[in-house]
Structure formats: structure tokens, C-alpha cells
């Protein structure tokens, strides 16, 4: 059964710092990997989908790695601000037909970025 | 072009009641699935619809059900409601089982 873990629960930093979040995931068979942002009593906002084959995703100020061999990945942001304040999620998608498109979360990491 | 489009936002039922939530998935998206979101338990999968057809389905009670129509919309039952119940459900659209989801702003149930 896959599990993911993300670390740290929790984050806070000052504007402008440069932050890495962690995303680590049991299974290696996996399609992808899905980065979302969810702000307080909303829906989640897909930020970068990275598929197995790739090592890495750019969006903005935004850089996502996937080390699909040791189960990880990474969500690199730069410059924080404090509109990226919200909690982020990772999520993976199990290889096979019978997996659908079924996505494992991990717990998330509530961002605070401190004017 | 529009996004993931759920109502309705809150609710608010009585134990015992059911409920029928409804996701209108992005135009051209044939896969939609439906996950419950809790402080306890996070995002846990609920089921998949994929062509009118459920392809996958997560560790819920048989009180939680749903079904697709033919234009893609989706709709999730939950009878006899408990107060274990209350939680945020999200619906995601994809276009098919590999590619990027999308998910709506979610439905807010409160069982009282």
C-alpha cells in the first residue's frame, strides 16, 4: 500500500527566504507526482504534475525534482511572499490500470511566510 | 475555459439524513473522482467514474455511492449520515486516468 509522508508539518519563514518542501512516497511505481496548494476551507490549485520519466518541473518561481528510485521529491520556492502562505500537498499517482486515477496524498505542509 | 464546479458548498444535515453532492468536471474531462477530506484522517479516496463506469473505488462503507451520467457530471450519495460524516468532499476532473487533475472548490458538509 502506498504511503506518503511529508516533511515538515509545518513551516514558517520570512518574506523573501528561499524554502524546500519534502515529499517522500513508499512505492516507486508511479505514474506521476501531483503538487497542489490548498488555502483555508478551499479547493486544491494544481501547481506542477511531474511524470515518472522527468526528473524536474518549472513553473514561476515554483521548481519540483522526482527521484522516482529513492521515492522522493522536492518543491522548490523562491523568493517566498506572503501570498504563498497555504498548506501544500503532494500527491502520486500508482502505476497499472487498476490504480484508475486514484491519487495518494501525503498530510501536507502549512506554509506561513511572514511579512 | 471553466474549471471544476461543485455544488452545492455547504450543506448542513441531521444524522440519520442523506445527501447528494454534484461535480460538474471540466469540459472534455472523462474522469472524475471524489475524495473526503478531514483534520484526522486528510485526503482520503472516496471512488472513480470513468465513462459511466466506477473503476475504482476506495475503503468506505457501502452507505457511500455515486454514479456518472453520460455528459460527465458526477454525483456522490451518503445515506444515513453520521456525524463522522462532516468533512470537506472534493471532486477532481481529469481528462484521463495519467494526466493532470483538477480539483473544485468542494462541498462542506456539517451532520449536526
Known amino acids: 500500500k502506498q504511503e506518503v509522508t511529508q516533511i515538515p508539518a509545518a513551516l514558517s519563514v520570512p518574506e523573501g527566504e528561499n524554502l524546500v518542501l519534502n515529499c517522500s512516497f513508499t512505492d516507486s511505481a508511479i505514474y506521476n507526482l501531483q503538487w497542489f496548494r490548498q488555502d483555508p476551507g478551499k479547493g486544491l490549485t494544481s501547481l506542477l504534475l511531474?511524470?515518472?520519466?522527468?526528473r524536474e518541473q518549472t513553473s514561476g518561481r515554483l521548481n519540483a525534482s522526482l527521484d522516482k528510485s529513492s521515492g522522493r521529491s522536492t518543491l522548490y520556492i523562491a523568493a517566498s511572499q506572503p501570498g504563498d502562505s497555504a498548506t501544500y500537498l503532494c500527491a502520486v499517482k500508482g502505476e497499472g490500470e487498476t490504480s484508475g486515477s486514484r491519487l495518494t496524498f501525503g498530510e501536507g505542509t502549512q506554509l506561513t511566510v511572514n511579512p | 475555459k471553466a474549471g471544476v464546479t461543485q455544488t452545492p458548498r455547504y450543506l448542513i444535515k441531521t444524522r440519520g439524513q442523506q445527501v447528494t453532492l454534484s461535480c460538474s468536471p471540466i469540459s472534455g474531462h472523462r474522469s472524475v473522482s471524489w475524495y473526503q477530506q478531514t483534520p484526522g484522517q486528510g485526503l482520503q479516496f472516496l471512488f472513480e467514474?470513468?465513462?459511466?463506469?466506477?473503476?475504482n473505488k476506495g475503503n468506505f462503507p457501502g452507505r457511500f455511492s455515486g454514479r456518472q451520467f453520460s455528459n460527465s457530471r458526477s454525483e456522490m450519495n451518503v445515506s444515513t449520515l453520521e456525524l463522522g460524516d462532516s468533512a470537506l468532499y472534493l471532486c477532481?476532473?481529469?481528462?484521463?486516468?495519467?494526466?493532470?487533475?483538477?480539483f473544485g472548490q468542494g462541498t462542506r458538509l456539517t451532520v449536526v
Open positions: 511531474i511524470q515518472s520519466s522527468q
Open positions: 477532481a476532473s481529469s481528462y484521463s486516468s495519467n494526466t493532470e487533475a483538477f
Open positions: 467514474y470513468f465513462s459511466e463506469t466506477q473503476r
